[in-house]
């Protein structure tokens, strides 16, 4: 499919032994992965659940893909160009009029900004995991987005965790050589390098008991290139407390929290109160939000227990978070 700014993207169509019994489920990943990280090497994936649920699941590679070519995106660029793309696309595809949607991280983010500026009028419910509308990131994760990262961007126009494994050039490999240092909670290079790249924690993103070996290991293919450009954006986020827009784009308004959001649908808020990368209170103050402009109709959760990813790829997530999130899904 294409972006509505031209951009090329793609679309997933994960289909059962039998025909859904319900309607489309747009799934979104977040930033510098891939669709394929809702299918990791677990007994039952999250998508399953979706399919045994009776959900027509399409998985969205948005353009922060890393089965894409990489560019320089920005929250506002995939808010109004790829999401409403794909919403428009799934349903002209199942002849659906209406369409619910599980978004994580910056794929939450750049959904919610989609959403609150009245772009997704077809989407009637969303569950969103770690963050949507209020970024609030740990101490040092502040330091890095507002210290480290302006200094990298000098010199390189993305970063990426798979340098654990293959550095390219000099100064990812000073990178490496860091992190390596400062991070001696695994020996997975990559996984080190995550915690480095998106958070503050030994790691970051999950709890090692959380992955079994063969999911642990098999993270090292899944994470790529994240340009400073996002960065950029999020640091200005997170110090405002809000998303905001940084380009000027006319169908996106400066701020998302200036005024009630413009949709109908309803929200689901998903935080694991162990979550590094961003803070429980980031679901908790977009629920605050919520609630003050329309109360009593969106719900937010808390998840003991569970971090950023882990979540979707936990070994007890089968168990512990996809039931509610299909309970959710069903209302």
Request: proline share 8%; charged share 20%.
């Amino acid at each position: 499919m294409t972006a509505l700014d031209g951009r090329p993207l793609t679309l997933v169509h994960v289909q059962g032994r039998h025909p859904p019994t319900r309607g489309p489920v747009l799934v979104a990943h977040g930033a510098g992965v891939r669709a394929e990280l809702f299918r990791p090497p677990l007994p039952r994936t999250f998508v399953d659940a979706l399919i045994d649920d009776g959900w027509d699941v399409w998985l969205f590679n948005w353009r922060a893909s890393i089965d894409l070519d990489p560019v320089p995106w920005t929250l506002d660029q995939a808010a109004a160009y790829d999401h409403p793309a794909a919403v428009a696309h799934v349903l002209a595809a199942t002849g659906a009029d209406r369409l619910k949607a599980v978004v994580h991280c910056q794929g939450s983010t750049s959904f919610m900004m989609a959403l609150a500026a009245g772009l997704l009028p077809e989407v009637d419910t969303v569950v969103s995991n770690a963050v949507s509308l209020h970024p609030v990131v740990p101490g040092w994760s502040r330091f890095k987005i507002g210290r480290l990262a302006p200094l990298i961007a000098r010199a390189l126009p993305a970063i990426s965790p798979g340098w654990g494994d293959k550095p390219e050039g000099p100064l990812s490999r000073l990178i490496v050589g860091f992190v390596r240092a400062t991070h001696p909670e695994c020996g997975n290079r990559v996984c080190r390098m995550v915690s480095f790249t998106y958070g503050t924690g030994w790691p970051a993103l999950w709890s090692h008991e959380n992955l079994d070996e063969r999911t642990h290991d098999w993270i090292r293919g899944e994470f790529a290139d994240v340009p400073m450009t996002f960065f950029a954006q999020m640091n200005r986020c997170i110090r405002a407390g809000h998303l905001v827009r940084t380009e000027p784009v006319a169908t996106l308004p400066r701020s998302v929290v200036d005024r009630a959001p413009s949709t109908d649908a309803r929200i689901v808020l998903l935080a694991g109160e162990q979550n590094q990368c961003f803070l429980a209170e980031s679901q908790q103050r977009t629920f605050d939000f919520l609630q003050r402009h329309r109360p009593g109709r969106d719900s937010l959760h808390l998840l003991p227990g569970y971090g950023h990813l882990d979540v979707f790829l936990g070994r007890r997530a089968a168990a512990d978070t996809y039931p509610l999130i299909l309970k959710e899904l069903g209302r």
